[in-house]
């Protein structure tokens, strides 16, 4: 089993940034996939940043990329979401989450089955 444990949420104005941790422990090299996930009020949850921990390799949805970067340091089991440039529709629940995958279902959301608790955004 992994444990997630997303730090970081806060409230910050339109433009800001603010860069979200998450700490992974226990069973964690059953794990090669980390992601972040989000969902806003009475949306669908949505996966948006993609790391594969052994090769470094990102991939980003539209709606963040050129805006939001993940990245880990494998040897603290850490990894971090910095948000710049943060817009209203951004304020959601973020989720960090993990699996074992390829690179090609690494944003296949259904393979991520360990997941945080969650921390609030809220951009205004």
């Known amino acids: 089993h992994v444990q997630l444990v997303e730090s970081g949420g806060d409230s910050v104005q339109a433009g800001g940034s603010l860069r979200l941790s998450c700490a992974a422990s226990?069973?964690?090299?059953?794990?090669?996939?980390m992601a972040w996930f989000r969902q806003a009020p009475e949306k669908e949850r949505e996966g948006f940043a993609y790391?594969?921990?052994?090769?470094?390799?990102?991939e980003y949805a539209d709606s963040v990329k050129g805006r939001f970067t993940i990245s880990r340091d494998s040897e603290k089991n850490m990894v971090y979401l910095q948000m710049n440039s943060l817009k209203p529709e951004d304020t959601a629940v973020y989720y960090c989450?993990?699996?074992?995958?390829?690179?090609?279902?690494?944003?296949?959301?259904?393979?991520?089955?360990?997941w945080g608790q969650g921390t609030q955004v809220t951009v205004s």
């Open positions: 989450a993990a699996a074992y995958c390829t690179w090609s279902t690494i944003t296949a959301n259904v393979v991520y089955t360990f």
């Open positions: 226990g069973n964690t090299d059953r794990t090669n996939c």
């Open positions: 790391i594969h921990t052994r090769q470094g390799s990102v």
